[in-house]
């Protein structure tokens, strides 16, 4: 039970500690990824002042709605049809 506690946080650690890393360095005043020059807001104010990312944005959003609503009414009725 001990070994299974283990390798489930060493599997947690290594999948999330990436993401962790990029949240934090979205975040950075520097525009160098290896040094961190503080908290801003830079790049976020960045983003949504073009007027090309925000477009590209909502494109996402739409798709990834899209295909949620696809899979879920797909997934309901695979699991009506092997029940």
Do not use: C, H
């Amino acid at each position: 039970m001990r070994t299974l506690r283990a390798y489930t946080i060493a599997f947690l650690a290594f999948s999330f500690a990436p993401l962790a890393v990029v949240v934090v360095f979205s975040f950075n005043n520097e525009r160098s990824l290896q040094k961190f020059g503080g908290f801003s807001l830079r790049w976020y104010q960045a983003f949504f002042d073009s007027e090309s990312l925000r477009g590209s944005l909502i494109a996402s959003l739409q798709i990834a709605f899209g295909t949620m609503i696809v899979s879920t009414v797909l997934g309901t009725l695979l699991a009506f049809g092997l029940v």
